[in-house]
């Protein structure tokens, strides 16, 4: 069977994974928009040691992920008290991949990241590099998705668990690749912000955002990224990662990435917070008739609909039937919005008719004098604030 063949034969499976009941789980709050619950997860763990080191430090991915995603989680709790933080384990026990998929599902997580360590057979490969759920552009991108995956074989009873899901067979990846469509753009969007901040930050090398075939991240019913902090199997990177402080550097990194990403994706929900009341809060004459704000000039809000690695023609047939949309770049990939409007009010408006066109996650950004700015600092300048 030649591989066009197969691959046609493979599509038979996309549609039985994609009923599953995982699909189905309810979000964690009614506005998609809001990060109220993460789920960190610290890959391998007990009986799976992962991948291990050179030998000079009887490093093993297990610990490395878990001191991690201990202080990642750490740090989220002491910024923002009112997020939940998940974990899929904190010790070293062995937990199976779809028990971690059910943690966060069951949980209503909001994100989803899996944090872990890479591998090569030579001793040269250096970097960190984090994947979304996808199908493989290369050869080293599926077996990295292979030997992660391969942690199902220490599971009883896995046939029946992954629908036969083989680690072993390249084409069972395939019929992965779409349960993690609804999600993509946010999964791209953090994972961008995360290599970011490993390369600008703590001066790792980029291996850049990839996609891949990981069941950890398919089975999830929210963004979900896999972060690789590094290569045990390169001695310089191994030094770093089995240290405290390389450890927390990688962790920080993470956390500040996380916070980028929060602060983006959940702008829209800033105007309605603690202290806020939305756009018309203190719009009162002294006569008590209401007066609108006057935006100050220059400050303008879209709404953002698609985030992507590669260009997308900004044609009204590749968006919906949505007219005028922009191209903005940024963190390594192109952003797409709709909209110019002077009041947050007409760019929630917007926001509607972009979610009943099928945008779900769409978002309200806020451009000055054509420069991005925080939404916060958009709604006080357009209050006269």
């Known amino acids: 069977m030649d591989m066009c063949t197969k691959l046609v034969y493979r599509s038979v499976v996309v549609a039985a994974l994609l009923a599953m009941p995982a699909r189905s789980m309810p979000q964690a709050t009614t506005d998609p928009n809001k990060i109220d619950v993460v789920a960190i997860d610290a890959g391998h763990g007990g009986k799976d040691p992962g991948n291990l080191g050179t030998g000079r430090y009887r490093t093993t991915e297990k610990d490395v992920a878990l001191n991690v995603s201990l202080l990642v989680g750490k740090y989220i709790e002491q910024a923002f008290p009112d997020v939940k933080v998940i974990y899929t384990r904190d010790d070293d026990r062995f937990v199976e991949l779809n028990e971690r998929c059910r943690i966060a599902n069951n949980n209503k997580a909001d994100v989803f990241i899996s944090i ?58 395939i019929a992965l690749s779409l349960r993690q469509n609804a999600y993509l753009d946010h999964s791209l969007l953090l994972s961008a912000l995360v290599q970011e901040q490993f390369k ?53 990194a993470i956390y500040r990435a ?98 009943d066109r099928g945008y779900d996650g769409a978002f309200i950004v806020a451009y000055r004098n054509g420069e991005r700015i925080e939404l916060q600092e958009a709604v006080k300048l357009a209050q006269g604030q």
């Open 258 to 355: 996380f916070k980028e990403y929060k602060a983006e994706v959940e702008g829209i929900d800033v105007a309605q917070g603690p202290g806020g009341g939305g756009p018309a809060a203190d719009t009162i004459h002294e006569e008590g008739r209401p007066r609108m704000p006057l935006p100050e000039p220059g400050v303008r809000f879209k709404v953002q609909v698609v985030t992507a690695s590669k260009h997308i023609e900004t044609a009204p047939k590749n968006f919906n039937g949505l007219q005028g949309v922009e191209e903005h770049k940024g963190s390594g990939l192109f952003k797409y919005t709709v909209g110019d409007e002077p009041t947050l009010d007409a760019a929630r408006a917007l926001q509607q008719e972009c979610r």
């Open 116 to 173: 872990h360590c890479n591998a090569n057979n030579s001793s040269a490969p250096a970097g960190c590099e984090t994947y979304v759920m996808g199908l493989h552009k290369t050869q080293a991108n599926m077996q990295v998705a292979q030997k992660e995956n391969a942690a199902i074989l220490l599971e009883e009873g896995h046939e029946l668990k992954y629908d036969g899901y083989d680690p072993k067979d390249p084409e069972s990846l």
């Open 200 to 252: 600008d930050r703590v001066g790792r090398h980029d291996r850049g955002v990839k996609q891949a075939g990981f069941l950890v991240i398919s089975y999830t019913t929210m963004p979900a990224v896999l972060i690789e902090l590094g290569f045990l199997t390169n001695g310089t990177e191994e030094d770093f990662l089995q240290s405290a402080q390389g450890q927390d550097y990688m962790a920080s």
